[in-house]
């Protein structure tokens, strides 16, 4: 199973798709998270990235492609991924499709998310994440048990340094501007379909399950 997930910071892209490798045992792509490893390892691709990252913008479309690319490739994605933030450009849109010709493989569905603006700010400025496992956690409406520790692994939770007011503006603007106009290029392929991001978590991850079977063979 082949599946990519759109939508706008905050939509719950992250938060589905952890919930989707649990139950299918894919992995889950996610550019955000692996920028933000090297990052933490401090790699020649973290030291270039962080700086777009921090401030809202988008990390240059050759870097990401290439990492996309080398992800791609390793054994864990041969049956099947779940991308998430990734592509974000109509260039990276037109990479991926030379990507996955290449290895002869092509997405099952494309699934756009969305929430409604006032949320999505509210979600994004409140939200909390574990440095260790990921989990999403909000400060007003789904707080850990014990302050600063995952509920999942025991983790550390943190706030992202792009949560912040300024870098979310940005990195709402940059979204319609380049993310937004995926949708037009991925419902001429017919494999895009919409879906609510607005209601419950659950109910999210059983709309998704219900387009996934009827979708994937
Ligand atoms: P995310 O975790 O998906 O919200 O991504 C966090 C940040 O990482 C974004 O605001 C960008 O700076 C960078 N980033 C993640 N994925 C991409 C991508 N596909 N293209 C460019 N920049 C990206």
């Not at 139950?23 to 889950?28: E, T, V």
Request: proline share 3%; glycine share 8%.
């Amino acid at each position: 199973m082949r599946l990519l997930l759109l939508g706008a910071p905050g939509v719950g892209k992250g938060t589905q798709a952890k919930l989707l490798v649990e139950k299918y045992n894919i992995p889950q792509i996610s550019t955000g998270d692996m920028l933000r490893e090297a990052i933490k390892q401090d790699t020649p691709l973290g030291r270039k990235a962080k700086s777009f990252m921090d401030r809202g913008a988008l990390v240059p479309d050759d870097l990401i492609i290439g990492l996309v690319e080398e992800r791609l490739g390793k054994t864990d994605a041969k049956t099947g991924f779940i991308l998430d933030g990734f592509p974000r450009t109509i260039h990276q849109a037109q990479a991926l499709d030379r990507l996955l010709e290449k290895l002869d493989i092509a997405l099952d569905l494309v699934i756009d998310i969305s929430v409604q603006q006032e949320n999505l700010i509210e979600r994004l400025s409140n939200r909390m994440v574990c440095k260790r496992c990921g989990a999403v956690y909000n400060r007003i409406s789904l707080r850990p048990r014990v302050d600063f520790v995952c509920d999942k692994c025991g983790g550390e939770i943190y706030q992202r340094s792009d949560d912040t007011r300024q870098a979310i503006e940005t990195r709402l603007q940059v979204y319609e501007k380049e993310t937004a106009p995926l949708r037009g290029y991925y419902a001429e392929c017919g494999k895009l379909h919409y879906l609510n991001g607005d209601q419950t978590v659950e109910t999210v991850h059983r709309e998704i399950v219900g387009l996934l079977n009827k979708t994937v063979r």
